[in-house]
């Protein structure tokens, strides 16, 4: 991996939190969770230098390869080279649309090595992909990890969190030292497994109210919900009795601090405030 950068005359770059799978053993992990089937497309957002491209190409019929530093498409096309079925995009994950990189015939699925500073915004974009993928495999920093997978009353626990939970089966598949990289990270990091599951998808009104219900309960954890809702910066509540009505139809209890309710009684209360609100821009 030095080698190959040093040939290019390139570093790896920390503004794009560029560290490199170096690790055989972290690369077939990564592809035996992602559990493809033989007719697999797979969309890789990060593909750095393509290691890990070269094992999904080992395995899926289509792979799509997203990166958004310009200067790794020489080396990525050194080592891709001789995989017709890999197709290298150069561009910004968060810019493009994603469901165009799929063909609507085979069964979809994405593979990511995020850095920490888009991992929310992507993560809700995957989550708007339709058809949804049969499953999604993201290398994550620990912290954001622990987030994903977080339970309720815990300090992990939070908007981005509930909102993946909402959409998809999330589990954690191990924990990633800082040794299986090029250059190794200051923190550790994690692999965490979504399954996206249309009964839970189903059960979202509206995937906006929903954020923003998350973020009236998380942006004001000390305060008691029902004050946290009628409080909220981010919609202006066309009838406030509406909230308190609510609370009681759904037999929650309006002192309890929101970051105590469980997903399904999140997603329950957006739904029921979604007539009621205003979205400020």
Not at 9 to 27: C, E, S
Not at 83 to 112: G, M, Q, W
Not at 127 to 144: D, I
Not at 198 to 212: I, K, M, N, P, Y
Request: hydrophobic fraction near 45%; aromatic fraction near 4%.
């Amino acid at each position: 991996m030095r080698a190959l950068l040093q040939r290019h005359g390139l570093k790896a770059q920390k503004k794009y939190g560029q560290n490199f799978l170096v690790d055989k053993n972290t690369l077939d992990k990564i592809v035996n969770a992602a559990q493809l089937e033989p007719t697999a497309q797979v969309l890789e957002i990060g593909a750095g230098l393509g290691t890990l491209t070269v094992a999904l190409a080992a395995v899926a019929q289509r792979v799509v390869a997203l990166e958004i530093d310009k200067r790794l498409a020489a080396p990525l096309a050194e080592n891709l080279a001789g995989y017709s079925h890999i197709e290298l995009i150069i561009d910004d994950a968060l810019k493009v649309n994603l469901n165009s990189f799929f063909t609507p015939e085979l069964p979809r699925y994405v593979v990511a090595n995020l850095p920490y500073y888009i991992a929310t915004p992507l993560l809700v974009a995957l989550l708007e992909l339709a058809p949804p993928p049969r499953r999604l495999v993201l290398l994550l920093q620990k912290e954001v990890g622990e987030r994903l997978t977080a339970a309720p009353g815990s300090k992990s626990y939070g908007s981005l969190g509930v909102l993946a939970q909402a959409y998809a089966k999330v589990e954690l598949a191990g924990e990633v030292p800082p040794t299986v990289f090029y250059p190794c990270p200051e923190v550790a990091s994690c692999l965490v497994v979504l399954t996206p599951e249309e009964a839970r998808a189903c059960q979202v009104v509206s995937r906006r109210t929903l954020e923003l219900t998350n973020r009236a309960i998380f942006g004001q954890r000390r305060k008691q919900l029902l004050k946290a809702l009628l409080t909220s910066p981010h919609w202006q509540l066309d009838n406030p009795e509406e909230v308190a009505l609510g609370l009681t139809e759904l037999g929650i209890d309006p002192r309890q601090r929101g970051e105590e309710l469980e997903v399904r009684e999140i997603v329950a209360l957006a739904n029921r405030l979604h007539p009621c609100i205003r979205i400020l821009q």
